[in-house]
């Protein structure tokens, strides 16, 4: 997949305020953007570090999935996510050589990327997501 870098570490947390205050006050982060995702039932708070960003995940609904992960999981990180181009490609790649999708055709995600999770029981406990940002094309 030859994925260009690290897009972002979602980390699941029970208050959104809280956690800021920490990547704000103690790490000495910006928080440059709160977002809602309604289909994935989150509150999303982004902080940009290098190429890289952290995503702080609150659950809006506890049958969503950081829902029901911050309940049998508690608070820690949630997700991985890698750059990558042409992400139907590199799912349709992914799919062949025998990897469980959750989703099989990309969506918008958080922060304008068009996004897809590979299953955590296809990739070593860690819940893996693909992303592109086609406005960069
Ligand atoms: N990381 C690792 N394992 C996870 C996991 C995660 N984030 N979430 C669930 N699991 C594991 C559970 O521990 C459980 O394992 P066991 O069977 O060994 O107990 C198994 O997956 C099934 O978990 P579940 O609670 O029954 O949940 P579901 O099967 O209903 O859903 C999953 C699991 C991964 C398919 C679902 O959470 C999903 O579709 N996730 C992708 C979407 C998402 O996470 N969105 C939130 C972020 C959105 C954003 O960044 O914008």
């Known amino acids: ?7 972002h570490i979602g980390i699941a947390v029970n208050s959104l305020e809280t956690a800021v205050t920490f990547y704000e006050k103690i790490l ?3 928080c440059y953007k709160i977002e809602e995702v309604a289909d994935q039932k989150v509150k999303t708070a982004f902080f940009m570090i290098g190429q890289t960003k952290i995503e702080l995940l609150e ?10 992960f911050l309940e049998k999981k508690g608070e820690g990180i949630h997700h991985i996510a890698f750059a990558v ?4 490609e590199k799912l ?8 469980k999708l959750i989703d099989s055709v990309p969506r918008k995600g958080a922060d304008g990327l068009s996004i897809a999770f590979l ?4 990739t070593f406990g860690v819940l893996t997501e693909l992303c592109e940002d086609k406005r960069k094309l």
């Open 28 to 30: 000495g982060l910006k």
């Open 85 to 88: 181009e042409e992400i139907e």
């Open 92 to 99: 349709r790649e992914a799919e062949a050589s025998g990897i």
């Open 119 to 122: 299953h955590p029981k296809s």
């Open 59 to 68: 659950s809006t609904d506890p049958e969503g999935p950081v829902g029901k």
């Open 1 to 7: 997949m030859k994925p260009s870098h690290i897009e």
